[in-house]
Structure formats: C-alpha cells, structure tokens
C-alpha cells in the first residue's frame, strides 16, 4: 500500500484497522498525508458488514482447524489476543454460572 500511493498507483487510504493502535509519530503510516486512520465505522454498511462476517467466518473456520486461510484479513495477533482474553475470562465466566 505503501509502494502504491508512493508511486501514484493509490490516491488516498483510509486506514480503519491496523496492526499497533493507535498509531503514534514516527510510524510510517502515521506521518502520511495521503492516510488517515478513521475511528472504525468505514465498514458500517450492510453490504459490507455482510461480506465482512462472511469472510471472518471461513477465516476461523480455518484457524479452529489448524489450518492457514489462502487470505485473511483477520491479524494472526488478533486471534492470538482473543484466545489469551478467553483463557483469562474462564474463571470469570465460570464464576457467573455457579451464582445462577
């Protein structure tokens, strides 16, 4: 992406997710006139949440397998997090059950 809007290839990028939030000076995408980092609403669409639950679904389909999907948009971080967020939300949640 960088390369495109470098070259001209890419007008302009709009970046909603990226991998370090949020970004701070010094970053290359920070200091970039041509990207800014929206407050994650460039997918609040219905067409594009659709396609987006759609795609994040064979993407954990895939992750839960074992396996890598051909393409994904879903960071190998991201998941990693959730999964050390599930690991430490067990007792909490375990907790919750045995006061109903």
Do not use: W, Y
């Amino acid at each position: 992406m960088i390369a495109a809007l470098d070259h001209g290839a890419l007008g302009f990028a709009p970046l909603d997710v990226t991998e370090v939030e949020p970004l701070t000076e010094g970053q290359i995408l920070h200091s970039r006139a041509q990207m800014r980092q929206t407050l994650h609403i460039s997918g609040n669409h219905m067409l594009v949440r659709h396609q987006l639950l759609q795609k994040a679904q064979e993407d954990l389909t895939c992750f839960l397998r074992g396996e890598n999907p051909a393409t994904s948009f879903i960071p190998r971080g991201a998941i990693e997090g959730s999964e050390r967020l599930n690991h430490l939300s067990r007792p909490f949640r375990q907790a919750i059950r045995n006061q109903a």
